[in-house]
């Protein structure tokens, strides 16, 4: 598996080769597909934490939005369902930045 260092080379070069002049067709299509892929990929995660969230919001009939809010400020405790939720909550928020990032 390709570590985050390595990626990160890699794409120092195709920056490197770009500034050159060094791009294709061949290049800009494949990195559209990069993206479109990896895009896909993040929405498919997205629905998936959106139905684990849901099953809370219904539970506690609160807005995930809403509970992150009170959680973080400390007003709802530690209950593990809470701990769950905040994580759940976290990774949709983490993987919203990144589908703007995709989208940008």
């Known amino acids: 598996m390709t570590n985050q260092a390595?990626?990160?080379?890699q794409l120092k070069?195709?920056?490197a080769l770009s500034q050159q002049g060094g791009?294709?067709?061949i290049l800009a299509?494949?990195?559209r597909k990069i993206i479109h892929q990896e895009r896909d990929?993040?929405?498919q995660q997205i629905?998936?934490?959106e139905s684990d969230l849901q099953v809370f919001e219904q539970q506690y009939q609160l807005s995930s939005a809403e509970f992150y809010q009170q959680f973080t400020?400390?007003?709802l405790g530690?209950?593990?369902d809470f701990v769950e939720w905040s994580a759940f909550y976290q990774m949709w928020s983490d993987l919203q930045a990144r589908l703007a990032l995709l989208q940008s």
């Open 6 to 9: 390595e990626i990160i080379n």
């Open 13 to 15: 070069v195709l920056e």
């Open 23 to 25: 791009y294709s067709d």
């Open 29 to 31: 299509s494949s990195l």
């Open 41 to 43: 990929h993040i929405q």
């Open 47 to 49: 629905r998936e934490l």
């Open 73 to 75: 400020r400390g007003e």
């Open 78 to 80: 530690d209950k593990t």
